[in-house]
């Protein structure tokens, strides 16, 4: 059996650089690094793997420009119990996530998070 973690970004929100060729290079290795952050503290619970358990959820941050989380609000649950209940631990692993890019001094989107058995 393999367990497979994944999750992806969707940006919901942005303000405008100066050009917008650095908006999108900085914003596409900023979502890379968190991305990288979100799969090296997102775990799977051990319950919800005995029983087999899978399950997608969706989580809406706000992140100041330090990184750090200033607000999360589960948008879409999973609908299973034991991993509902790993999102609060995972997002405090996750706080504080990269920086900001340069001139962002906030930042809302929704990450996408995915517990599946293989």
Do not use: H
């Not at 900023?30 to 997608?56: H, S, T």
């Not at 589960?74 to 631990?89: H, S």
């Amino acid at each position: 059996m393999m367990i497979r973690l994944t999750s992806a970004i969707l940006v919901a929100s942005f303000l405008c650089f100066s050009s917008p060729a650095v908006l999108a290079d900085a914003m596409t290795d900023w979502q890379q690094a968190v991305v990288q952050k979100v799969r090296a503290k997102q775990g799977y619970p051990r319950l919800a793997v005995a029983r087999q358990i899978e399950g997608r959820a969706k989580v809406r941050l706000t992140v100041a420009a330090d990184g750090t989380i200033s607000n999360y609000e589960i948008v879409e649950a999973t609908g299973e119990d034991v991993l509902d209940r790993a999102i609060p631990p995972l997002i405090g692993k996750l706080s504080p996530l990269p920086p900001l890019p340069d001139g962002r001094t906030d930042l809302t989107f929704v990450l996408p998070l995915n517990w599946s058995l293989d």
